[in-house]
C-alpha cells in the first residue's frame, strides 16, 4: 500500500523473486494489483505467504542452476490452484499442498485464490527424494494431520510466536519444518542437518 499503483507490481516482483529465486510474476489483466508477503528465513527454510496476489508465477529454464537441489512446497487457501510443471498438472485443492522442484520450469496460476503458503527447502538429498519417492505433483491433503502439524508450525513462525533469539533455534526451526515436510511427502530422514 506505500508504494504508488504502477509501482506495486515491480516491487512485488522483485521481493519475492528476491526470496524465492528468481520465479517471476505476471500479474492477471484487469486486475488491481495489492500483493502482501509474510516470510520468514531458516537455515535451509524460507516460509512465505502471499495475500491477495492475482497472478501467475513461473519458475524458468535459465535460473535452473541456482535451484537445482530445493523443492518448493505450495499450499493454496481461498481456492483451488493449478499448477504445472512439464507435462504434469495438478489442481491442487484449497488447503491441500503438493511438492514441485525448483531444478525444472514451472507454473502456478494464483488468480482464484486468497493465499498461498510457500516452503521452499534447500536440501539437495530431499530433492532427490522427492524425485526419488514419485512426491513431486501429488497432492497431500488437507485434512492430513501431517500437513495441518507442519502448517500450524509454519504459522507460529511467520506469526512470531516461535522466538528465533539465536542462530541455534532458526537451525533447529528448519530441521523442524525440513522434518515434518519430509515425514507429509514420505522422504523421512532424507534431509540434511
Known amino acids: 500500500a506505500k508504494f504508488p499503483a504502477a509501482q506495486r507490481t515491480d516491487a512485488f516482483r522483485s521481493a519475492f523473486a528476491g526470496m ?5 510474476i505476471e500479474p492477471a489483466a484487469g486486475r488491481s494489483f495489492a500483493g502482501r508477503i509474510v516470510h520468514c ?32 512446497l505450495l499450499r493454496p487457501v481461498g481456492g483451488a490452484m493449478p499448477v504445472r510443471q512439464g507435462r504434469r498438472e495438478l ?24 493465499r498461498v503458503d510457500h516452503l521452499r527447502i534447500s536440501a539437495p538429498t530431499v530433492a532427490r527424494g522427492a524425485h526419488r519417492n ?12 501431517r500437513l495441518l502439524l507442519l502448517a500450524h508450525y509454519a ?18 526451526a528448519g530441521n523442524h519444518i525440513r522434518d515434518l515436510a519430509s515425514v507429509l511427502f514420505g522422504l523421512d530422514d532424507a534431509h540434511e542437518r
Open 91 to 114: 489442481v491442487i485443492a484449497p488447503g491441500d499442498a503438493a511438492l514441485l522442484s525448483l531444478a525444472a520450469p514451472f507454473e502456478y496460476d494464483a488468480t482464484g485464490t486468497t
Open 134 to 145: 514419485g512426491a513431486l505433483l501429488r497432492p497431500s491433503a488437507a485434512s492430513d494431520n
Open 41 to 72: 528465513a531458516l537455515p535451509g527454510a524460507l516460509l512465505a505467504t502471499c495475500f491477495g496476489v492475482p497472478a501467475r508465477f513461473r519458475g524458468s529454464a535459465t535460473d535452473v542452476s541456482e535451484r537445482a537441489g530445493a523443492v518448493l
Open 20 to 24: 524465492m529465486g528468481g520465479i517471476d
Open 155 to 172: 504459522g507460529a513462525l511467520l506469526q512470531g510466536m516461535i522466538p528465533l533469539e539465536s542462530e541455534r533455534h532458526a537451525r533447529l
